[in-house]
């Protein structure tokens, strides 16, 4: 089985801040990679398909990119709206979700 | 509007049995493949099992292989799963989710969530 790791497993960022997650998958998964955000108590919601493809209706601050084992989701400007925690998940090869990223507000 | 509206979950004794539903509507359900994905309390997400958008092919995670059986109405827009010999790392949140194809296919991604069912495995 493909393993997705997720690093860092928490990050604390104020309003305004440029973050940047990162994903890595135990061998390559070309951009076969997607990115999502879960709210507390919440179904999660897809940001980012195939690496670097926006979700309609997503905000463009969102963006994504990486090929092969290394990923990356990145907020340009961190909105109140946006402290969820993260999860990328392959579609190479069944399916498999990295342990998430938590986003807090500092 | 697309919507996914799961039921069936509850308190269950481990070695018991549970069905799982999820309900569709919004969108022509027999066009889209589906999926399982599971939560258990605090953790991350766990996909489960897929089901092709006629019913024909079906994929399993190891965790729940021989125990669990994914499958589909397509004429009452319901998914399913039976959950058998079910064990106390199986209590979870169990969602339903929809993928933009009609099988499952290495560019897709679950893009419809419903709002997901309890399943707690306990004595």
């Known amino acids: 089985d493909i393993q997705m790791t997720q690093s860092p497993s928490s990050l604390s960022a104020s309003v305004g801040d440029r973050v940047t997650f990162t994903c890595r998958a135990s061998q390559s998964i070309s951009r076969y990679l997607n990115w999502y955000q879960q709210k507390p108590g919440k179904a999660p919601k897809l940001l980012i398909y195939s690496a670097s493809s926006l979700q309609s209706g997503v905000p463009s601050r969102f963006s994504g990119s990486g090929s092969g084992t290394d990923f990356t989701l990145t907020i340009s400007s961190l909105q109140p709206e946006d402290f969820a925690t993260y999860y990328c998940q392959q579609s190479y090869n069944t399916r498999t979700f990295g342990q998430g990223t938590k986003l807090e507000i500092k | 509007e697309v919507q996914l509206l799961e039921s069936g979950g509850g308190l269950v004794q481990p070695g018991g049995s549970l069905r799982l539903s999820c309900a569709a509507s919004?969108?022509?359900?027999?066009?889209?493949?589906m999926n399982w994905v599971r939560q258990a309390p605090g953790k991350g997400l766990d996909w489960v099992s897929a089901?092709?958008?006629?019913?024909?092919?079906?994929y399993y995670a190891d965790s729940v292989k021989g125990r669990f059986t994914i499958s589909r109405d397509n004429s009452k827009n319901t998914l399913y799963l039976q959950m058998n010999s079910l064990r106390a790392e199986d209590t979870a949140v169990y969602y339903c989710a929809k993928v933009p194809f009609e099988w499952l296919l290495p560019d897709d991604a679950f893009d419809i969530w419903g709002q997901g069912t309890m399943v707690t495995v306990s004595s």
């Open positions: 919004g969108f022509t359900f027999s066009s889209y493949a």
């Open positions: 089901i092709s958008g006629s019913g024909s092919t079906t």
